[in-house]
């Protein structure tokens, strides 16, 4: 069976008409090239060269060969180019999870950002709570995730790349409008937008009541901090959302607060544990790591 590298040399060989260029252009010794020639046409039963006052000159059976070969050498070269974009992190397919306040904000902007000159890529982004996220993650259904709260799947690793806070959102027209900060405790005394105490983001607000004798009240339950901020906007009330949702953006359907105490929430990064993390999807995360830094900075 004739292999790559005969080719290779039957290619050269009938380019540039004698085996001393030939052997020059592919680094080898004159009689390797002469050597390889015999070789071929002992394996393939054909006469492959006829000698003309020192030139060799091809038959039809080696230029028939020859052009099947640049199909061959062509599918090569895209191999060594896709394999290259893949070291690069400039090609292949990145499957992400996260939560909607980042999908719907910074992350879905660093994506576009990371895609542009990344031809080769295609993404794709789910949005869901953690529950969602890890079992995406764990599964193998996507192999990089973002989460403003932590799982504890033990297929799951999560790794905090970045510290923020929850911020209160109220709408233009609501009595909080006015203040410099919002008491958490005083959203008891409006109708507010929040989450259930089963949650993650629920338990971490219920401490702050929790510390001042008092039980947690609100007048709409929400899963995401995604959906607070649209409610908060559409005039329901105030919420609590994290930063990390209003980086990139100027809403102006709603005023943004700080809050009394400062109730601090991070960002993590999740991955699979049973399976290895990609080249594509280590590059996007210090990618996005620079991304959200200069985002927030600037």
Known sequence: MINARQLEVLSTVIEVGTTARAAELLNVSQPAISNMLRHTESITGLTLFKRDRGRLIPTPEAVHIANEAKHLFFQQQRIRTIVDQLREGSAGTLHIAASPSLGLGVLSKAMASFAKHRPGLRTSLELGSIDEITDLISSGRAELGFSITTSRHPSVSATPIAEGRFVCVVPLDHPFATLSKVRIVDLNSVPSISYSSMTQLGQLIDRVFSKEGLERRYACEVRHTATALEMAAGGVGPALIDNFAMIGRDDTRVVVKETEPTLPIRISS?????????????????????????????
């Open 270 to 298: 999740l991955t699979p544990k049973v399976f290895p993390t990609s080249q594509l999807a280590s590059t996007f995360l210090s990618f996005f790591q620079s991304y959200f830094e200069e985002s927030e900075t600037g």
